[in-house]
C-alpha cells in the first residue's frame, strides 16, 4: 500500500519504521520506531520481507561474518513483533570459496515464489582497480524459509558490467538484472567527474528467467538442463 517505509541503519544496527500518511511519497514520512538488531546483526545493509511482510530478511554484511538473520513477524509489516527464526551464515558454507575476510554482502533478492534467492557479494579487496563482486543464487526448497536453502552456484561479475557493487534487483519477470555500483562499468579515468565517482546502474539483459547460476523460469526442467542454459547468459544491454 505505500504507507509505510522501512530504512536499514548499518550504524546503529537497527531498522526505522516511518509510516507515510500519503502512499509512497516520502515528503509525509513519520518517524514510528526503530528495531534495535544489534544482538544478532554488526552491519545491516539491506533487508526484505516476504510478500505478506509476514517474514523480515536481514542482511547482515560485516566482513568475514556475512549472514542472514530471518525472522517472524505475528502481524505484518510490525518489527515489535519480530522474533529471531533462523540464521543463514553465508561465510560458514564451504561452496563459497570467494568469500574472503574483507567481501561485504550488499543486496538479498528473492523471486516472487520465495523458491530462488539472490545475494550479492562487494570484494572490497582490490582497492577498486578490479572486481571479484558476485552473485549468489540458492534455491529454496520451502518459500520464503532461508532454513531449507541451498547453493546452486555464483557469477563473478566482469569490469565491463560492474565495480564496487552496491545492489541488485530483477524486472518482474526476471528477464533483467538491474546492477548498482559505487564506481561503474569504466575504467577509474573515465568514472571520475570534478574528483569523484559516480554511482551507476547498469541493466543486464538475461535470456533465460533470474538466470544468474542456474534458470528458474521453467521449474519442471532438470538442474543440469537449468544450469546450461544460464552458462553465458549475462549480456550487457547497450
Given at each position: 500500500?505505500?504507507t509505510?517505509?522501512?530504512?536499514?541503519?548499518?550504524?546503529?544496527?537497527?531498522?526505522?519504521?516511518?509510516?507515510?500518511?500519503?502512499?509512497?511519497?516520502v515528503?509525509?514520512?513519520?518517524?514510528?520506531d526503530?528495531?534495535?538488531?544489534?544482538?544478532?546483526?554488526?552491519h545491516?545493509?539491506?533487508?526484505?520481507?516476504n510478500?505478506?511482510g509476514t517474514k523480515?530478511f536481514?542482511l547482515?554484511?560485516?566482513?568475514?561474518?556475512?549472514?542472514?538473520?530471518?525472522?517472524?513477524?505475528?502481524?505484518?509489516?510490525?518489527?515489535?513483533?519480530?522474533?529471531?527464526?533462523n540464521?543463514l551464515?553465508?561465510?560458514?558454507d564451504?561452496t563459497?570459496t570467494?568469500?574472503g575476510?574483507?567481501?561485504?554482502?550488499?543486496?538479498?533478492?528473492?523471486t516472487q515464489?520465495?523458491?530462488?534467492?539472490?545475494?550479492?557479494?562487494q570484494?572490497?579487496?582490490?582497492?577498486?582497480?578490479?572486481?571479484?563482486?558476485?552473485?549468489?543464487?540458492?534455491?529454496?526448497?520451502?518459500?520464503?524459509?532461508?532454513?531449507?536453502a541451498?547453493?546452486?552456484?555464483?557469477?563473478t561479475?566482469?569490469?565491463?558490467?560492474?565495480?564496487?557493487?552496491?545492489?541488485?534487483?530483477?524486472?518482474?519477470g526476471?528477464?533483467?538484472?538491474?546492477?548498482a555500483?559505487?564506481?561503474?562499468?569504466?575504467?577509474?579515468?573515465?568514472r571520475m567527474?570534478?574528483?569523484?565517482?559516480?554511482?551507476?546502474?547498469?541493466?543486464v539483459?538475461?535470456?533465460?528467467?533470474?538466470?544468474?547460476?542456474?534458470?528458474?523460469?521453467?521449474?519442471?526442467?532438470?538442474?543440469?538442463?537449468?544450469?546450461?542454459?544460464?552458462?553465458?547468459?549475462?549480456?550487457?544491454n547497450?
Amino acid at each position: 500500500e505505500g504507507t509505510k517505509m522501512f530504512v536499514a541503519g548499518n550504524v546503529g544496527d537497527n531498522i526505522n519504521e516511518y509510516t507515510l500518511t500519503t502512499a509512497f511519497d516520502v515528503s509525509t514520512a513519520s518517524f514510528v520506531d526503530a528495531f534495535d538488531a544489534s544482538d544478532q546483526d554488526a552491519h545491516i545493509l539491506f533487508l526484505a520481507f516476504n510478500n505478506e511482510g509476514t517474514k523480515l530478511f536481514v542482511l547482515d554484511g560485516v566482513q568475514d561474518g556475512q549472514h542472514i538473520d530471518e525472522y517472524n513477524l505475528s502481524t505484518a509489516y510490525d518489527l515489535t513483533s519480530a522474533t529471531l527464526s533462523n540464521t543463514l551464515n553465508l561465510e560458514a558454507d564451504p561452496t563459497n570459496t570467494h568469500l574472503g575476510d574483507k567481501d561485504l554482502g550488499r543486496s538479498l533478492r528473492f523471486t516472487q515464489d520465495g523458491r530462488s534467492m539472490f545475494v550479492l557479494i562487494q570484494d572490497a579487496d582490490n582497492n577498486s582497480d578490479t572486481t571479484l563482486d558476485s552473485i549468489f543464487q540458492f534455491r529454496l526448497t520451502r518459500s520464503f524459509d532461508t532454513s531449507s536453502a541451498s547453493l546452486i552456484g555464483s557469477v563473478t561479475l566482469p569490469e565491463t558490467l560492474n565495480l564496487a557493487g552496491l545492489g541488485l534487483a530483477f524486472s518482474p519477470g526476471g528477464d533483467k538484472l538491474y546492477i548498482a555500483s559505487d564506481l561503474g562499468p569504466q575504467v577509474l579515468s573515465e568514472r571520475m567527474i570534478d574528483g569523484n565517482s559516480t554511482d551507476v546502474v547498469v541493466q543486464v539483459n538475461l535470456s533465460c528467467n533470474f538466470g544468474i547460476a542456474a534458470c528458474v523460469s521453467d521449474p519442471t526442467s532438470g538442474l543440469a538442463t537449468q544450469i546450461q542454459l544460464a552458462k553465458n547468459n549475462v549480456s550487457e544491454n547497450s
